[in-house]
DNA sequence: CCTGCCGGGAT
DNA sequence: ATCCCGGCAGG
């Protein structure tokens, strides 16, 4: 169909099959590394011959003809390799070839080329990941604004050893050691994308029985290769429709200040910033007693709790906003998000600690340090606890942060595995504290912390120390946030009025702390 | 000023 | 325990 038009197109990177340099007759591959015309004069009418450099199995380059590299084809159709092989240099060819390799040739030739830092990569998994990585990131710049047929083979090539560097110290980071999803933070955004619109509907039972109850979208993306990082700017319409569609719910005021949260691009010198940090999501728990289901949005939350157990079957417009009591918000951080899954008992915090060797002082940078969160004011519940950080020493990896709206609904105490390999801040001593137990707002928490070398990595376990100090306030704490801030949000009072004082949360009609809708 | 909410009193 | 409110403090 396209076949003319492929023809057009550049075969940089293009495996091909070229006699053998030895002239044994056997024919090897390589990877066409340049072309020129060698008649460039050439009319309309004449063909015109072109020379390859092809980069041999061995190291070697060569230069064939065409039909030199024809002939050493057997296997190809009658228009010869150059043509079924082709892999156009830039943006979607990439997958084009990649489906004509694995089609007919051998298995060998299934791993992708990297034409242009000479080495072949070998073929492991890591690499082959990568690869397919590029490609859907081909994909996708190429349908947004790259003007790809402009990009010069370095650019390309550029991104492409930037993103295999991403991806491979991504794959080797300590954290990344089981379920791929968190890998991904597209992934996560997709999850949002399904819970506002998509297939995942909140369904009537609860059956998971416990936490998580979320439907992946994993289908559609295979499961052992990490999904292409969403670019941020197609990240972030995802977000907004999903909280931002319903009218006064609590984190309307929230959610705006992690966007605003610029990833500035760690990514190397990425061109284009593609992957938002931002690996807090936001999920609402239903704390309705033994059901627990975890919705990614609002509205999905909501309704569930209306339709399941306020069983009122009409439509959120005739909603009293009593829901509102029988949710929380949850924060996990992505990163480390399938740890706490995979174990939210504390005991294992020790199993689940990460393994980089001590001696190493500086992580693999490129993890991302999921920094963004922000010292907004409104983000945080204890800001006084920010600017101190006794606690940062416990912090945890395996994070997940209950935001609790409506803390006083809480039932269960929500135990926090956490196994630290870093913390920050100097301003503590190192101490051996392992578990201990804090009261904050109404439920408690029990935090059971490993206290690690408290070597120092600046972003990372600023962040973290950021983080925990959100999560719970410090015992000794106790002068410094003798009050507490005063909230930003909307409370009772001012949603609902004077006039309806009997709509307001116990607490505020008894002038204490908010709890409907903390901030 | 308004508003959130702590401390403490009344029941 | 529940309810209420004086008064402080942040905005």
Redesign the pocket.
């Known amino acids: 169909m396209h076949t003319r038009r492929l023809v057009k197109r550049s075969i940089l990177g293009s495996r091909v099959y070229a006699p053998s340099p030895t002239g044994d007759g056997a024919p090897v591959t390589g990877v066409v590394q340049a072309v020129k015309q060698e008649n460039r004069d050439a009319s309309a009418a004449g063909p015109r011959r072109s020379v390859y450099t092809v980069l041999m199995q061995d190291g070697s380059l060569k230069e064939f003809t065409e039909e030199e590299i024809a002939a050493g084809s057997n296997h190809t159709a009658t228009k010869g390799p150059l043509k079924s092989s082709l892999k156009q240099s830039s943006s979607n060819g990439v997958s084009d070839g990649h489906k004509l390799d694995g089609g007919s040739r051998s298995p060998e030739a299934v791993d992708e080329q990297r034409p242009v830092d000479g080495k072949r990569v070998s073929r492991d998994p890591d690499t082959r990941s990568v690869s397919l990585l590029e490609q859907k990131r081909k994909v996708v710049s190429s349908s947004i604004d790259v003007p790809h047929a402009r990009r010069s083979e370095e650019e390309v090539d550029m991104d492409k050893v930037t993103a295999a560097m991403v991806l491979t110290s991504l794959s080797t980071s300590p954290l990344v050691r089981s379920p791929p999803v968190k890998v991904s933070e597209g992934l996560s955004g997709s999850w949002k994308d399904n819970g506002s619109a998509g297939p995942f509907t909140p369904s009537s039972n609860s059956s998971s029985g416990g936490y998580w109850s979320w439907s992946a979208p994993s289908d559609q993306s295979n499961p052992s290769t990490p999904s292409p990082p969403l670019s941020a700017d197609s990240f972030k319409p995802f977000r907004v429709p999903g909280v931002g569609g319903v009218g006064s719910n609590p984190t309307g005021a929230e959610d705006p200040s992690l966007d605003e949260q610029d990833g500035s691009s760690l990514l190397f010198d990425e061109p284009i910033p593609r992957k938002r940090k931002n690996s807090m999501k936001v999920m609402f728990k239903c704390l309705w007693k033994n059901c627990g289901k975890v919705l990614s949005t609002t509205a999905g939350i909501q309704r569930h709790i209306r339709t399941i157990h306020l069983g009122r079957n009409c439509d959120s417009d005739c909603s009293d906003g009593e829901e509102d009591f029988y949710y929380t918000e949850i924060k996990l951080n992505t990163d480390s998000v399938a740890d706490g899954l995979s174990s939210l008992s504390p005991v294992s915090s020790s199993v689940l600690s990460p393994p980089p060797p001590p001696p190493s002082p500086l992580p693999p940078l490129s993890h991302q340090p999921d920094s963004h969160r922000s010292p907004h004011?409104s983000d945080s519940k204890e800001p006084h606890a920010s600017g101190t950080t006794p606690l940062s020493r416990s912090a945890p990896s395996a994070l997940y942060l209950i935001h609790a709206d409506h803390a006083y609904q809480a039932t269960a105490p929500v135990s926090i595995p956490s196994s630290s390999s870093n913390s920050s801040s100097t301003s503590f001593t190192p101490s051996n504290s392992s578990s201990f137990s804090i009261s904050w707002q109404s439920p408690p928490v029990t935090f059971t912390g490993n206290t690690v070398s408290p070597t120092q990595t600046q972003g990372f376990g600023e962040q973290r120390s950021q983080t925990i100090a959100v999560l719970s306030s410090p015992p000794r704490a106790t002068t410094a946030l003798?009050?507490?801030?005063?909230?930003e949000g909307?409370?009772c009072?001012?949603v609902y009025g004077m006039e309806n004082r009997d709509m307001w949360c116990?607490?505020?009609?008894?002038?204490?702390?908010?709890q409907r809708f903390?901030d």
């Open positions: 004011p003798s009050r507490k801030v005063r909230g909307k409370k009072r001012k116990t607490a505020c009609r008894w002038k204490k702390a908010c903390t």
